[in-house]
T-cell receptor, first 114, second 117 residues
Framework: AQKITQTQPGMFVQEKEAVTLDCTYDTSDQSYGLFWYKQPSSGEMIFLIYQGSYDEQNATEGRYSLNFQKARKSANLVISASQLGDSAMYFCAMREGLISDMRFGAGTRLTVKP | GAVVSQHPSRVICKSGTSVKIECRSLDFQATTMFWYRQFPKQSLMLMATSNEGSKATYEQGVEKDKFLINHASLTLSTLTVTSAHPEDSSFYIC?????????????FGPGTRLTVL
C-alpha cells in the first residue's frame, strides 16, 4: 500500500511568491520521521527539511517550513519567496522507526516562473 | 554534512555485461546502506538494504541474483548489475545511514546513470 502520497504531479509558482507542496502519509508507528528532498535535473537528492513525529513545533529551515498536521497525517512543504533556482522535483519521504529505510512519494515538479 | 560518493557517475555498457557501482561514505561509518533505483520521471524505489558484514535484504520483486550487493566495510557498499539488459537502464542512487544521537540520518550519493545498449 502506498504510504506516502503526493497528489500534485506539477506545480507552478510566480517568482517571489510562496508555494505549498502537499504530502500525506500512512503509518501505524508512533515513531517516524518525515523528510523533504529536492532533486534538480542533475539527479542529486538535496535534503531540505526533517520533522520527527514527536516534534511539537513545525520544522523550519530558511525559506522552507513544514506544515505538520499529525492528526491529518499531512506534512506539507512551504517554500517562501520562491526563486528560479527552486525549479526541480520535490519528494516527500517517510522513515518508520529509528533504523529503517526511507519510502518516497511520487514527487511534485515545481516550476518557478519569472 | 556527511558526504557519500558514488562511482561511476555515468556508465554505458553492452547488453549482457556486468556493471559494478560503488557507494562510499567519506567521513563517517555507515552501518546501513540503501540502494534505490529511479526510472525517468518516477520516484525512487528501494531495491535493497545492506548492513555491514551481513547479507542484503531485497525488496519484493528485486532479483538478488541479478543485483548483487556487497557491504564489505563500514564505508563501502557495491551494487553489481549482472548480465545487464536495456530494461536495467536507470538512475541508481545509494544512501548511507549513520546513527547521530537520536536521529538516524541518511545521506544520499549523487547517483549513477546506467545505460545498457
Amino acid at each position: 500500500a502506498q504510504k506516502i502520497t503526493q497528489t500534485q504531479p506539477g506545480m507552478f509558482v510566480q517568482e517571489k511568491e510562496a508555494v505549498t507542496l502537499d504530502c500525506t502519509y500512512d503509518t501505524s508507528d508512533q515513531s517516524y520521521g518525515l523528510f523533504w528532498y529536492k532533486q534538480p535535473s542533475s539527479g542529486e537528492m538535496i535534503f531540505l527539511i526533517y520533522q520527527g513525529s514527536y516534534d511539537e513545533q513545525n520544522a523550519t529551515e530558511g525559506r522552507y517550513s513544514l506544515n505538520f498536521q499529525k492528526a491529518r497525517k499531512s506534512a506539507n512543504l512551504v517554500i517562501s519567496a520562491s526563486q528560479l533556482g527552486d525549479s526541480a522535483m520535490y519528494f516527500c519521504a517517510m522513515r518508520e522507526g529509528l533504523i529503517s529505510d526511507m519510502r518516497f512519494g511520487a514527487g511534485t515538479r515545481l516550476t518557478v516562473k519569472p | 554534512g556527511a558526504v557519500v560518493s558514488q562511482h561511476p557517475s555515468r556508465v554505458i555498457c553492452k547488453s549482457g555485461t556486468s556493471v559494478k557501482i560503488e557507494c562510499r561514505s567519506l567521513d563517517f561509518q555507515a552501518t546501513t546502506m540503501f540502494w534505490y533505483r529511479q526510472f525517468p520521471k518516477q520516484s525512487l524505489m528501494l531495491m535493497a538494504t545492506s548492513n555491514e558484514g551481513s547479507k542484503a535484504t531485497y525488496e519484493q520483486g528485486v532479483e538478488k541474483d541479478k543485483f548483487l550487493i556487497n557491504h564489505a566495510s563500514l564505508t563501502l557498499s557495491t551494487l553489481t548489475v549482472t548480465s545487464a539488459h536495456p530494461e536495467d537502464s536507470s538512475f541508481y542512487i545509494c544512501s548511507a545511514s549513520e546513527r547521530s544521537g537520536g536521529l538516524n540520518e541518511q545521506f544520499f550519493g549523487p547517483g549513477t546513470r546506467l545505460t545498457v545498449l
